[in-house]
């Protein structure tokens, strides 16, 4: 009772918690968890029973997320189950594993191992080890070898895909050689799209019997975002009863001919957020068969301590001795993302305003594109800048971007003290009385950072830094749009008042990081596809596009979409499709791209002779790197290479009811994606358009200021 009442977010069978605890209970019980079922009687009875206390604490405490429900849970065991396993007096039962070399509970932290950070991975990569990723991590690899699923939920952005990805690694290539199958699943995904997936990935030993593929003992299924399927009229949802089918019976039928198929040492591996916003309940007929783990909230002590080790980290291979700095720029970070995710909720209007922890990573990560040479004014005025980026870009509405600015104006009062002025722009930050918010807010729209200035420069040796002048960057912009227009039969033309530079200096900064996605939102006729056409030129980057005619269908889209990844993952170049809404005449398209974009591919996107014919074109540049000579190292080279070059950039319209539904869909699109959000045009804007239309015009100056104030008023009023 106490379990149902506190497991409400994918509620499970108490068959399926006694499985899940015999499971768990049978695995400790071997030499390689480091049970000795040869040591004497008392000392045996305490590993035994240690072991069961501990598989129950997980088996049913396991799905508890809230705070409440482990703490009644807490004292139910400690009290029922003291003469099995005694645990210490302090913290919870959840913060305690079982060593069975000493037979006694020993504290998770003992075995969080020290970050050292690495330059040359991806800040998306790295996970900072805590208590909670360690607990995940030994849990999930001790059912998965047992060959029990395992289900893990928990909010967005507590860390489960990026844990769970690191395990497939783990296990890939440790001694246990685990292959690994992975698919994100979205509302549009179909029980074929994923019965040929895991048939691709799997070795065909006879015509109705698949294993995994030479080399491995098991393959194991990860499944991100388990239950976004959309149910169907019935409420079944056909993917999840195909998971269920392959679970239970150990296989599926042949789609075309309808015979018999069985899959030999497959185990799945899911994730997923709780039921709401687009996700579905799951069938408990399907929830019986896995472990479920509940990751809950990520505390601000260990926020800060992960991301406080990824900036320290980055400084440290610096050379600076800024370190206080980077404590204080995280907490004002956390700080910032825990008031404003309190204050700006998401509503029908607004679904994108799901504030996550991967927004916080996106703001350290944008820390960590600054120049190699910074100060304390340097390095705030940075973070200030990403801040705005993040969250401030994405805002709908003037009041929900005021109360933004103040807010972050309060954070950095709070955290930042002396370092805040050293921004230098009008005590901006510092939130001095005699600033107002519209100060504020001009100033911070001021403060535009980007590597472009020095056109002369390849992209890869340029640096991201301040952009000091509006005059040096409009010239900038306007000798990328000429030389633009001159590779180009189709001459683009644009006005650079300040906010199309804003826009312009944001996209372009997505652009340059690894799975750097866009989508920019606005009415027709707002400039988003110049935008991103401008700044994928700046970027060094070839902008594709699809050629949607009439009767263009999926297997067309597919076709183009192969062509581009080859670039991106074969050639290694980089590349930016740009897919406008017109462009988007099925719901389809953006299944494959809600997945491209999460872990860059799209299932059965290349199959037989595609794919062959891309290992030839990898083979070279892989075996240069010391990559093995599988088929399956050659895929993951490719993949990485897609997830780095590749670059997407949707344009939608808020207008209608597509937005809303889209984003609900496919979650991959507020998840993995920079929202910039364009708003109306300004006076500045319109007076600015006006003047260029008027330049080539002769006739007295006085009367073109008239017209175009004329023009402003009349566009205001219409």
Known sequence: QLVNAHADTIPQSDCGRVQTLLALFSTLLSPEHGFDSSRAGNTLRRAITGNFVFAFVWAFGGPLGDTEGRHQFDIYVRDYMETLGAFPGTGTVFEYYFDSKFSQFKPWRDRVTRFVYQPEVATSEMVVPTEDTVRLNLLSKIFVLSGRPVLVTGSSGVGKSIVLTRLLRELGGGTDRCSSIEITFSAQTSSLNFQNLIESKMERKRKNFLVPTQGYARAILFIDDLNMPRPDSHGASPPLELLRQLVDRGGFYDRRKLFWKTLESIVPLAACGPPGGGRH???????????????????????????????????????????????????????????????????????????????????????????????????????????????????????????????????????????????????????????????????????????????????????FDRIKSMEELSGALEEYLGNYNLNTTKEMKIVFFQQAMEHVCACARVLRQPKGHMLLVGVGGSGRQSTARLAAFIAGMKLVEISPSRGYRLTDFREELRGFLREAGGAKKSVCLLLPEHQIVRESFLEDLNGLINNGEVPSLFEGDEKEKLFNLIRPAAAAVGRAESRESLWEYFVEGVRSNFHVVLTLSPVGDSFRRRLRMFPSLIACCTIDWFQAWPSDALLAVSEKKLRAVETDEKVKRSIVKACEKMHNGA
């Open 281 to 463: 309940p799951v069938s408990s007929r399907l929830i019986r068969h896995f472990a479920v783990l509940n990751v809950p909230a990520v505390s601000s002590e260990n926020l800060q301590i992960i991301f406080k080790s990824i900036l320290g980290g980055w400084l440290a291979s610096k050379g600076s001795d800024l370190q206080s700095l980077a404590t204080r720029l995280v907490a004002a970070s956390v700080e910032f993302y825990d008031k404003l995710s309190t204050i700006l909720r998401p509503t029908p209007s607004k679904l994108h305003y799901t504030f996550n922890l991967r927004d916080v990573r996106k703001v350290v990560e944008g820390v960590l594109m600054g120049p190699s040479k910074f100060d304390a004014g340097m390095l705030v005025r940075l973070w200030a800048h990403e801040c705005m980026r993040v969250f401030h870009d994405r805002l709908v509405s003037e009041e929900d971007r005021k109360l933004c600015v103040s807010t972050l104006a309060e954070v950095a009062q709070n955290n930042l003290h002396a370092d805040a002025d050293a921004l230098n722009i009008s005590n901006v930050i510092s939130g001095a009385p005699s600033t107002g918010s519209k100060d504020r807010a001009a100033a911070l729209r001021a403060l535009m950072y980007g590597d472009f200035l020095k056109a002369q420069l390849l992209p890869e040796d340029r640096q």
